[in-house]
């Protein structure tokens, strides 16, 4: 953030002091629900309801769900729109913005039809609101900054009051300096459960949650630069990072729900190993059944909420992950020269005593670069992360293992270890002798073929332009 964005900061922050009529009086403020704050990052057991209509709570990976209190009818809850300190993996933590000590700020649980209170107060350095994306609710609290409502000013509570008019997953994020307050990690999850029994919402055994969402942090850093727009280099699942990410661990035979929510720039296409599940949500709702199929990937553009669903059949440790390659490595640079088949370890151990944050593709490809063990900047993670019970697991970012046990307790959330492969159902090393290959007879044909075939064959050198060599100004 540059000097003049600073000062522009904490300018705003004292402007605009005076109260407005949506401000909650001091008589108000003696009667606000005092805020629980959160700053564990391990995944928090689910919150049963203790007040208010029965439900079957979410699990937020490595997240928590917002207590509340009853009040006359109405569930109140209190959000703090505050500066926070992360932990995005073991070892590496980013200075972001977030709710109640956490960034994504906690899940808030309802049930359809509940009146619902939210007081929020912002202790930020600038003005804020909260937009509840994707609820239908009076135009007045939709929290969209000079349209609906005046700026939260700095040391000030607001008040949001609407009834949850439909079940489903939903967001919630600022819609006031949106572009830095997001880049900064302002966000979190809403769920309204169904009052009783829906045509389009089965009952699951385990129902897991989370955000995707990404930051432009250097090796080293720990604020993100808020004024990227594509060139993102950690993708998280509520701010975590693979190895930092938990498990989702279920019981064979368990029906399991997982709802994605995409504050990102971009699209990912979610993808769970062995298994195939349906599409049964979307931040509209419930989907008709008519219009669900078996998937083994699902793509969630920016703004969007996907939740899907399938029976956990099959035992082991199964990868979950985005498809996209470079959404699953951590702290990537994207100025990496490729360096495949020239041996240059020696030379980058020397550079980095000089340069900590030099990083290069390996002579044989990424894989190099987990078996160098090159010493990083501080604060910051390896590209590829993890260890497995057969070594490097090679990912990073937006990675984790759905883990299948039939011994797994009902209701117990715990990380059961790594599977037990039974005998003969794991790949392994071939030692004996290899049948030569059948040969086709034929070569086949080409479907369009060229007019004039060069005189001999021609290796194409690929190289990028730089500067302006070649090039003249007119």
């Not at 606000?32 to 208010?52: K, S």
């Not at 956490?102 to 202790?123: H, L, W």
């Not at 239908?136 to 009051?161: C, H, S, W």
């Amino acid at each position: 953030m540059t000097n003049d964005r600073r000062r522009f900061l904490l300018g705003a922050a004292g402007a605009g002091a005076a109260a407005t009529a949506a401000a909650v009086s001091k008589v108000a403020m003696a009667a606000l629900p005092e805020p629980v704050i959160q700053a564990d990052p391990a995944t928090m057991a689910p919150l049963v309801p203790q007040t208010g209509r029965p439900y079957n709570p979410v699990v937020t990976l490595n997240g928590w769900t917002l207590p509340w209190r009853m009040n006359n009818g109405v569930k109140e809850f209190h959000l703090v729109a505050e500066p926070v300190v992360r932990e995005m993996a073991p070892g590496f933590k980013a200075h972001l913005w977030g709710y109640n000590g956490q960034s994504p700020g906690p899940t808030i649980e309802v049930v359809e039809g509940d009146r619902v209170r939210i007081f929020v107060t912002n202790k930020l350095p600038e003005h804020t609101s909260i937009h509840w994306h994707g609820q239908r609710l009076p135009n007045g609290m939709d929290g969209v900054t000079g349209l609906t409502q005046p700026a939260i000013p700095a040391g000030k509570t607001f008040v949001y009051e609407f009834v949850a008019r439909r079940p489903g997953t939903f967001m919630y994020h600022p819609h006031a300096d949106e572009m830095v307050q997001m880049a900064m990690g302002m966000m979190g999850l809403w769920v309204t459960h169904p009052r009783g029994r829906h045509p389009l919402i089965d009952a699951v055994d385990r129902d897991f949650c989370f955000l995707l969402n990404a930051f432009d942090i250097e090796p080293g850093s720990y604020t993100p630069k808020i004024m990227t727009m594509l060139d993102f280099n950690l993708f998280a699942w509520n701010s975590r990072v693979f190895p930092g990410i938990d498990s989702l661990n279920v019981r064979r035979g368990d029906k399991v729900r997982i709802r994605m929510g995409n504050l990102t720039m971009t699209n990912h296409p979610m993808h769970v190993h062995g298994h195939e599940f349906t599409v049964t949500g979307t931040d509209g709702g419930p989907t008709p059944k008519s219009t669900r199929w078996p998937e083994v990937t699902t793509d969630i553009a920016v703004g969007q909420m996907r939740q899907i669903e399938f029976v956990a059949d099959e035992e082991g440790d199964w990868a979950f992950h985005c498809h996209k390659s470079h959404h699953t490595m951590n702290a990537m640079g994207h100025d990496v020269p490729t360096m495949i088949g020239v041996d240059h370890r020696d030379v980058v151990k020397k550079i980095t005593t000089l340069i900590p944050d030099y990083m290069v593709m390996g002579e044989r490809g990424m894989a190099d670069m987990a078996e160098m063990e090159m010493p990083l900047p501080d604060n910051t993670v390896p590209m590829m992360g993890g260890t497995g019970p057969f070594g490097s697991v090679e990912m990073g970012g937006m990675f984790s293992v759905v883990k299948v046990r039939r011994d797994q307790p009902r209701g117990d959330f715990k990380d059961p270890g790594w599977f037990a492969h039974p005998a003969g159902t794991q790949a392994y090393e071939w030692t004996g002798e290899l049948a030569e290959a059948p040969r086709s007879s034929s070569a086949g044909g080409q479907a369009m073929p060229s007019r004039a075939r060069p005189a001999k064959d021609v290796e194409v050198r690929a190289r990028k332009p730089s500067g302006k060599q070649g090039h003249e100004d007119h």
